[in-house]
């Protein structure tokens, strides 16, 4: 069975959650408050499947809501990586691979945004799944919060722009199909333009810019 994404969004500020329908089904991010809407989903794709796992791509609160009592409804076991496993403690370290059967996802450590972020990377299909680390339009997660880190970021960034992609479904705005590579490269000069200390109005003018160039 080959794989397909869904993904649920909500109008209040949540981030995306991805359905990845495959033969061992993965739930990746909760959002913040979408637990019926994630069981309807579930239950709607799925039918009487169930799914095998719950991973998250940081502990950000807008990522983990709900996280045990949806691990309970659907009885699917819980995984963050361990730099934040105190964000959700019924979760277990994440393991280096996600095998969904017909899509293997390498789990690839980004931190930078948040200590415990990671990315999901499936190479035959060149599909990222992002979390905050990077989003379309040149932009990048916030480097200004507790745990954030720059220099880790940027590292991170430039790791993904090694990665071949062709798909980005990232943790907050709509994935992108198209130029997904100039999308990641606009994404490192963004952080290194703006620089070391996170400056709001510097960071918004330059994803301005950059509307025109990436479309
Ligand atoms: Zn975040």
Redesign the pocket.
């Known amino acids: 069975m080959s794989l397909k994404i869904h993904r649920l969004q909500d109008p209040v500020y949540t981030?995306n959650v991805y359905l990845l329908e495959a033969e061992r089904p993965v739930l990746v991010d909760t959002g913040g408050a979408l637990k019926d809407a994630i069981l309807r989903l579930v239950r709607d794709v799925l039918g009487d499947k169930s799914l095998t796992a719950i991973v998250f791509?940081?502990g950000?609160p807008?990522?983990i809501g709900d996280a045990e009592e949806l691990s309970a409804a659907l009885r699917a076991p819980l995984y963050i990586h361990p730099a934040e496993g105190e964000r959700v403690p019924a979760a277990k370290p994440i393991p280096e691979r996600i095998d969904c059967g017909g899509a293997r996802f390498e789990v690839i450590p980004t931190p930078g945004?948040?200590p415990g972020?990671v990315c999901l990377y499936e190479p035959s299909q060149k599909i990222l799944i992002s979390?905050?680390t990077v989003f379309p339009g040149g932009r990048v997660?916030?480097w200004d919060?507790p745990g954030s880190d720059y220099d880790a970021l940027v590292r991170s960034l430039r790791k993904l722009n090694a990665l071949e992609v062709q798909a980005l479904y990232p943790?907050h705005y709509d994935p992108l199909t198209s130029r997904v590579a100039a999308h990641l490269q606009a994404s490192l000069e963004t952080l290194l333009y703006v620089g070391r200390d996170f400056d709001d109005e510097k960071y918004d003018n330059r994803i301005e810019r950059l509307r025109g160039s990436l479309g």
């Open positions: 981030s791509t940081h950000h807008d990522h945004h948040s972020g979390g905050d997660g916030r919060l943790g």
